[in-house]
C-alpha cells in the first residue's frame, strides 16, 4: 500500500517530500511552523498579511504607533480614504520578516510566502509590487499568489532579478481561473512553477460563492491536469482543502497531483501562531460549530467557528492603525456596516455589526477563528489529557503522520 513518502514533488532536480504547509494569515502559519516544514524536507508558508503589526510583535518595530500616531486626527471620522500606508516601511516590514525566516531555515526544504491579492491597502498596485519586490529581494524560495485572480502580478515583478529562479504558485478554485491567469501572465514569458487547487473545504477565504457545497476537489483538479496535459503543460498540481490523513493525500498523490497543501491539522501545533485557549476551542469544534459564512469585508465567504468573537462584535474599524482591507478608493464594506449601526442606535454604547466583521483588527488579535471543515476531526488526532484539554502536537509529528500513515489511520501523540 503506497504512503505519501513514496512520491516526491520535483522542482528541476530539486527532490522535495510532497508535503506543503499552507499560508495562514495573519502569522498563523509562523516562521517557527514553515521552518519545520523546510527542515523535514517539505515546503512551509509564512505569510505577508498584515507584515507591519507582526513585525511589530517579532522584531520591536513600531509600524502600528507610527501610522496610529500620523492619523489619530481621523480616529471618529467615518470616512477612512485619507489612510495611506508609508511603502517604505511596508517593505521594511517584509524585509524583516522574510529574511530573519530565511536566515534560520535549516535542512532541505524550502520556504515560501503566501501573498494575497485582496490586501488592497488602499493603493492595491503599489502595496502588492512592494511586497513581492521585497519577498524576493531578501531571498524568499517561492512566492504563492492567493486571494485573487492575480491577472497582472508576474508583470509587476518582471524586471526584478529574480523573477525568473524564485519558484513561482498561483492558487485557483477552477480551470478558468487558472486559464485567465496563465492568458494574462503569458507576456511575461513565464510560467507558474506549481499550481494550488484550493477546494470548497479549506480554512480562510473561499474562491466560490456560498453555493461552495456543490463544488469537489478531487473534480476541480481532475480538471485542471487534463487541461494542462491537452496543452502539454508541465506544471506541478497541489490540491488543497479537507486533505486530513496521509491516506487522503496519497489518494490525490495517485490520481497525479505533484504534492498536497494542508494546514488545518497544522493550527493544533505548537509552532503555530494562535493561541493556546484558541487552539482548544479548535479541538473541542464540533461539526455544527463550523459556518461558511459572508461576514468577511473581502466578499469572498470564509469558514470559521461560529463562536469566534469576531462575530456581532461592533468595534470602531481600525483603519487607523491597520487599513489592510481598505480598496482602491478607501474603501471597506465594515466601514460601511458599522456607521449604518451607529446611525440606527445613536444612545448605544456598545455597537453590534452582525453582517461585517473588522477583519484587520480580529485577525490580528486572533479574535476570528478560520479553520478548514475538517476541524471537527482534530480531536481525534491529539489526546485528552486529565484537565479535559487536548494535548498540543508538534508540527514533526502532524508532518511525518501525513508522511508515513496508511489506511487511513492518523498517529496519535506519545
Ligand atoms: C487558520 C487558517 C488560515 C488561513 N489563511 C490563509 C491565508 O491567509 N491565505 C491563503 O491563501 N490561504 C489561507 N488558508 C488556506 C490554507 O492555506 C490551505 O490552502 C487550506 O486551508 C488547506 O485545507 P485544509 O485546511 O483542509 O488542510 C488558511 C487556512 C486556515 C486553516
Known amino acids: 500500500m503506497k504512503r505519501v513518502d513514496d512520491f516526491r514533488l520535483r522542482f528541476g532536480k530539486q527532490e522535495l517530500v510532497p508535503i506543503m504547509i499552507g499560508g495562514m494569515g495573519v502569522d498563523i502559519s509562523t516562521a517557527e511552523l514553515a521552518l519545520e516544514a523546510a527542515r523535514l524536507g517539505g515546503i512551509g508558508h509564512i ?36 489612510i495611506k500606508f508609508d511603502l517604505g ?10 529574511q530573519n525566516t530565511m536566515d534560520a531555515k535549516r535542512g532541505s526544504g524550502m520556504v515560501f510566502i503566501n501573498v494575497m491579492e485582496k490586501l488592497t491597502m488602499n493603493a492595491p498596485k503599489e502595496t502588492l509590487k512592494v ?55 503569458a507576456r511575461s514569458n513565464r510560467l507558474p512553477d506549481y499550481i494550488v487547487v484550493e477546494g470548497p473545504l479549506a480554512g480562510g477565504h473561499l474562491g466560490f460563492g456560498m453555493d ?19 496543452e502539454k503543460l508541465d506544471i506541478p498540481v ?42 482548544q ?39 487607523e492603525s491597520y487599513g489592510y482591507i481598505l480598496d482602491a478608493n478607501g474603501k471597506c464594506s465594515y466601514i460601511d456596516a458599522y456607521n449604518r449601526e451607529v446611525e440606527l442606535h445613536p444612545d448605544e454604547k456598545k455597537i453590534k455589526v452582525f453582517d461585517k466583521t473588522c477583519l484587520c483588527t480580529h485577525m490580528r488579535n486572533f479574535k476570528l477563528w478560520t479553520c478548514g471543515h475538517y476541524t471537527y476531526k482534530l480531536k481525534d488526532t491529539s489526546r485528552k489529557l486529565e484537565d479535559g484539554s487536548y494535548q498540543v502536537l508538534s508540527a514533526e509529528h502532524v508532518f511525518k503522520d501525513y508522511q508515513f500513515s496508511t489506511d487511513n489511520k492518523v498517529a496519535l501523540p506519545e
Open 281 to 319: 476551542e479548535y479541538f473541542k469544534a464540533s461539526e455544527s460549530d463550523i459556518e461558511v459564512n459572508g461576514v468577511s469585508p473581502t466578499g469572498y465567504p470564509m469558514r470559521m467557528l461560529k463562536n469566534s468573537p469576531a462575530i456581532g462584535s461592533g468595534i470602531r474599524p481600525g483603519c
Open 47 to 82: 505569510s505577508d498579511a498584515m507584515l507591519p503589526t507582526v513585525a511589530d510583535r517579532r522584531y520591536d518595530t513600531d509600524f502600528v504607533k507610527t501610522k496610529l500616531t500620523q492619523y489619530k486626527y481621523n480616529l471618529e471620522n467615518s470616512d477612512k480614504t485619507a
Open 238 to 279: 497541489i490540491p488543497a482543502g479537507g486533505i486530513f490523513t496521509g491516506s487522503d493525500a496519497t489518494s490525490f498523490l495517485e490520481m497525479g497531483a505533484s504534492a498536497v497543501q494542508v494546514a488545518t491539522r497544522f493550527t493544533v501545533a505548537k509552532e503555530c501562531g494562535l493561541p493556546r485557549d484558541v487552539q
Open 212 to 230: 461552495w457545497a456543490q463544488y469537489d476537489l478531487r473534480t476541480i483538479t481532475q480538471e485542471v491536469m487534463d487541461y494542462l496535459k491537452a
Open 131 to 185: 511586497r513581492l519586490d521585497e519577498a524576493l529581494s531578501a531571498g524568499i524560495d517561492g512566492v504563492t499568489l492567493a486571494a485573487g485572480l492575480h491577472l497582472g502580478s508576474f508583470a509587476m515583478i518582471e524586471n526584478h532579478p529574480r523573477f525568473r529562479d524564485v519558484k513561482l504558485g498561483i492558487i485557483v478554485s477552477s480551470l478558468r481561473a487558472l486559464q485567465l491567469f496563465i492568458r494574462k501572465n
Open 89 to 98: 516601511q511596508v517593505a521594511e516590514s517584509s524585509r524583516l520578516h522574510v
